[in-house]
């Protein structure tokens, strides 16, 4: 699709880690983070281990969205 396209396509993930044992969520995680654009959501920020490190972070409480500050 990125071929297609000219640039990679917006991914949105909504939770899709939480049930997961922790070897499937870094492996998911991982691809992910080599995806190009991407929305993950997440119901504790732990779930999301190394990707943080990386990654622009945003706090929704109340329908309020707030970026987080590393």
Known sequence: MAARLGSPPLLLADDVV???????????LR???????????????????????VAKLFHV????VEHEKQ
Not at 31 to 53: D, K, M, N, P, W
């Open 18 to 28: 939480h049930e997961m044992d922790p070897g499937r969520r870094q492996a998911v």
């Open 31 to 53: 691809r992910l983070a080599a995806s190009g654009q991407c929305f993950l959501s997440a119901t504790h920020l732990s779930q999301l281990g190394s990707i943080v490190e």
């Open 61 to 64: 409480k109340h329908g309020q």
